[in-house]
């Protein structure tokens, strides 16, 4: 027998394993080794990492193939980047412009109705936080700011007014970047805040009255005409007197308004009368001619006959029936017959808020009282009814 004696040092069956080995070997062959990817040019690198990704089933690709997928990625990425840079200029961009602009203009309404007093109002800090949140300008336009502002500054203005009331139960109005102060009852301020909305109640202020009488000598021009009479609502204007004699007006609103004139009075000559009525009379007859003549006179001092009667020269409660209002009568004696004392001068004491005293004081010579038709005594309101009614 041919048989070579097995080797102790191999286990059995490792010559049969080894045969099987090769044959495997030899019916399928071993590829062939890659080549190291440190020896590969960056390009071939990209491309076949770009072939690989492309073609997942593919290790390896073509070199004209590698260029023609190279071409449509960068082209492809060309296009998007077009399409996404006109989107942004012509849509996005001119879109969020319009509503940035939208929401300044929004935010910049919302600060002027809630301003002051209601700056930090909640309702303010939340129609901001919606403002800022909106997508759209049509969502910003949509917010109404007009009316939940409306409703906060009448609540705020309602309890500022019965917090700031005198004991004459007036409150004083003042208005935001004007030099107005308006003192008024608190009826006609709530009036005014439930007739309004929050864009005129937002530029107001309510204050208690700090008044002063402040004593002020005026023409009878200055003083109404001389028209105006004890317990007077009267506005005070400011006017410029030009060159020529003419006078103009600095401003179309009143500096102050709501004054109360506490007391007039005239020059004393005024009140100094001597006046004579004398009537004749010629009787001729024949030669003989016959004057006649019937006088009256009278002379008297109105000043001097209140010291008469201080001094018990005269009855004391007849004298002051008699010349009580003796200004005011005279006056309107001189409106209704169109002729008077028209150098007549008037030292007034008028209520003004006490901050508006300089201001009078120092313009006494160009303010001018005038009487607001709606606070306009019995001969006015009498004269404009009879006007309009006929």
Known sequence: MNDIPRDPLHPRGFEEAHELKNQIAQEFPKPNKKEDEDDLSPLKKLNHKLGVYLSPKTTRISDDEQKRKIGVIITTIIILTLVISAYYFIIYEPAQEQLSIAKTTKLNELHDMYSGGLASSPNALMLENKINDARSPEEINAINILMPATKDWQSFHKKSINANQDK??????????????????????????????????SKIKFETPDTVSVPILVS??????GLVRVGSIVDIYTNNNSTDGNTTSNSTNPEISGCTVLSIMRYEENGEIDSEYSKSKMTVKGNATNPRENTKAFSSDVLEMIKGAIVEGYDENETYEMLKSYGVKLSNYERQINLGDLDAQYMLLIEAPQDKVN???????????????????????????????N
Do not use: F, H
């Open 359 to 389: 201001y009078i004081l120092n313009n006494m010579d160009n303010i001018v009282l005038t009487i607001p038709t709606s606070e306009a005594p019995d001969w006015m309101v009498s004269q404009i009814s009879s006007t309009y009614q």
């Open 168 to 201: 004459y139960n007036r409150t004083m109005a003042v208005y935001e970047n004007e030099s107005k102060n308006t003192i008024m009852p608190t009826s006609e301020a709530l009036k005014i805040v439930n007739e309004n909305d929050a864009t005129a109640l």
């Open 220 to 225: 009878r021009l200055q003083a109404g005409a």
